[in-house]
């Protein structure tokens, strides 16, 4: 009789080989012998699972940093866990405990490097930001070097864009965690099949970023190479469409750090790497680390977060409304918030009903893009000014034209003054005319209606377009500003140029928006200047108030009458959409605190820049309109009013 051990649970069961010793039909030993072989084969997957977690765990410490040292951990090598022990007639089991704190590599733990080792010169995904942002950008890279040392992959971004500083390739050295292997392109049958419902990360089509992603439809049942996919974030008419992407370009969706842990006995909770996990029984559940800027004490409640990001859920839905088949330009809310006017570069004003989004009509009469509207303070009438060379009057009500004004160049900018009996337009320069500002009187009666300018404003600066023009205070004087980001105060009654901008102080490039306050006190500008931000102006002195930095093309402008909220809107140029991934353009609406400048949230959505931002008279919806053809209706839900800096 003897026993046979090795560290590798090879455990042979040496029995007597006299026939006579056991009674004919005895299954005894036979049964035993199947308890053995599971027991072996659940004993050797459980090492092979535990050397792969601790060799994801070696991979997320620090360079140099043992294991042994972390608070409170005692890993188990699962190896010299249990010990068969056959002896005499029958089986003896004996649990040996067998802690050890020496730095070793398991095998695993080689095999992976060598696995990451042999990943040079191919493209694999990586995660390039840091650990504490608050989302993972994910990018298609190639893998140019491995580190054994430091376990530090370097790769390189072959298409940066243009949007980098310096533009051109970029390298980064991240740690293994940080690396997803693509499958293999030409071996599909040795892939991983994830199946519908699963979350996945997917390179989008036409981009070289990768985004999370829903499997909808796989290439098995497909009966092709390509999964269909959902992607987060990805909405198109109020539903998010469904993409096929290669399988090749699907992987695995990572949590930041790792997905289980196993086989280690700790404190009940622990903190590493900014992952938090807890134990229930034997099994550990990853617990969520959300980042606080600001928390304050609820005594009932005891500690609440505060984060200024709440208040844009994806709860949030906006209404889509597609009624323009080009570029949105302008949009106007009446002053009772009902109603929502909108312009684009498809020649026809169009009236939407500010609620629920439903299109109620358009103003047809004009042959060139419409730039500019404004309604009346009774919402009778629509001014409007066209690329045609026209500025026009509208009923509201019956849709049909009043009258028309004539120039010799396009109508860039409408406003009408406080009463609806006077209104300023501005003229881009044509041919031999410059920019000017025009006042024109408005009769109560369009049959009285006079096409004379009670007062035209020739530009210091002709050659500049004058992008904006409104009424200041009680019609007394006109703010301006345009093509040379110059701001001006005239006298609207002599036409005297009163007050300039100081050029240090304000904007450098071109101011493409200009929005007053409700009370006419103070109004905001946006730039398309170096800094890419947006100014708040005292309408009287045109002192700077404060800088709002965007850093992307602002196009739009727009301030909350509820609460101290700006919005600002812009986002890659447009002759360069058509080349980038609609989540690289930054095309977003973002919200700032008036008093604090601090960006306070986003809301996202077109596929295009932002040309156009609108605050409802209410303060509890805004709307806005993109390059991509689209309106967008947003109604604030209650997180927004709740939030606190």
Not at 181 to 206: I, M, W
Request: charged letters at 30%; a neutral charge; glycine letters at 8%.
């Amino acid at each position: 009789m003897g026993r046979k051990k090795n560290t590798q649970l090879d455990i042979s069961i040496w029995v007597r080989s006299n026939p006579t010793d056991r009674p004919t039909g005895d299954t005894s030993l036979s049964g035993l012998k199947n308890l053995y072989i599971q027991a072996k084969e659940l004993c050797e997957s459980e090492v092979t699972v535990s050397n792969i977690r601790l060799a994801q765990l070696d991979s997320l410490l620090p360079s140099g940093q043992q294991r042994g040292k972390l608070d409170g951990l005692r890993f188990y090598d699962a190896c010299n866990d249990i010990t068969e022990v056959a002896e005499g007639n029958g089986l003896k089991r004996k649990r040996m405990k067998a802690e050890s704190d020496v730095t070793r590599v398991p095998p695993s733990t080689r095999n992976q490097i060598e696995a990451y080792a042999s990943l040079k010169g191919e493209q694999v995904a990586a995660r390039i930001t840091a650990d504490d942002a608050e989302q993972d950008e994910w990018l298609v890279v190639k893998v140019i070097h491995f580190d054994r040392e430091t376990k530090e992959v370097e790769v390189l971004d072959e298409e940066s864009g243009d949007d980098e500083e310096g533009g051109g390739q970029r390298t980064y050295k991240l740690p293994m965690p940080c690396i997803l292997p693509f499958p293999k392109r030409n071996d599909p049958s040795t892939t991983q099949e994830f199946l519908p419902g699963k979350h996945v990360l997917a390179v989008y089509p036409g981009t070289t970023a990768l985004y999370k992603a829903t499997v909808v439809s796989t290439p098995r049942k497909r009966k092709s190479d390509e999964y269909l996919l959902e992607f987060d974030d990805d909405e198109e008419d109020g539903a998010l469409p469904q993409r096929t992407v290669p399988f090749h370009k699907v992987a695995k969706a990572r949590v930041k750090g790792f997905d289980v842990i196993a086989f280690f006995v700790i404190k009940d909770e622990i903190n590493l790497k900014d992952e938090k996990w807890k134990r229930t029984g034997l099994a550990w559940s990853r617990i969520e680390v959300v980042k606080k800027r600001r928390r304050k004490v609820d005594d009932e409640k005891g500690l609440r977060c505060c984060d200024k990001e709440r208040a844009f859920k994806e709860k949030m839905r906006p209404i889509l409304m597609k009624g323009h088949e080009r570029p949105l330009t302008f949009l106007r809310y009446n002053r009772d918030g009902d109603m929502l006017f909108s312009c684009a570069k498809d020649h026809t004003p169009t009236l939407w009903y500010a609620d629920n989004g439903e299109r109620h009509g358009t103003f047809r009469g004009h042959n060139g893009a419409v730039w500019c509207c404004d309604v009346s303070r009774d919402s009778l009438r629509l001014i409007t000014g066209s690329a045609d060379q026209s500025a026009k009057l509208w009923d509201v009500k019956t849709g049909q034209q009043l009258f028309s004004f004539k120039f010799g160049s396009p109508a860039r900018s409408v406003d009408f003054a406080l009463g609806d009996k006077l209104a300023v337009i501005t003229t881009d320069p044509f041919m031999e005319r410059t920019s000017a500002i025009h006042v024109k009187r408005i009769a109560e009666d369009p049959e009285d209606q006079v096409s004379e300018s009670v007062l035209v404003l020739e530009s210091p600066n002709g050659r500049k377009r004058i992008n904006r023009a409104v009424w200041g205070p009680l019609n007394q004087t006109i703010v301006s500003g345009g093509e040379d980001a110059v701001l001006r105060i005239w006298d609207a009654e002599t036409g005297k140029l009163l007050k300039e901008s100081d050029a240090e102080v304000g904007h450098k490039n071109t101011i493409t928006s200009l929005t007053k306050s409700a009370d006419d006190s103070h109004f905001i500008t946006g730039s398309l200047d170096k800094t890419a931000k947006a100014c708040l102006w005292d309408m009287r002195t045109l002192t700077l108030l404060k800088t709002y930095v965007s850093g992307v093309p602002v196009n739009a402008v727009s301030m909350s009458p509820l609460l101290d909220h700006v919005v600002l809107g812009g986002g890659q140029d447009a002759s360069a959409v058509t080349t980038t991934d609609h989540r690289a353009g930054k095309f977003e609406a973002k919200f700032y605190d008036k008093i604090l400048q601090e960006e306070i949230g986003g809301v996202k959505g077109h596929f295009g820049p932002i040309n156009a931002l609108a605050f409802n008279p209410d303060g509890k919806s805004f709307s806005s309109g993109g390059e991509d053809g689209y309106v967008r209706l947003h109604h604030f839900d209650s997180d927004y009013f709740n939030i606190r800096i």
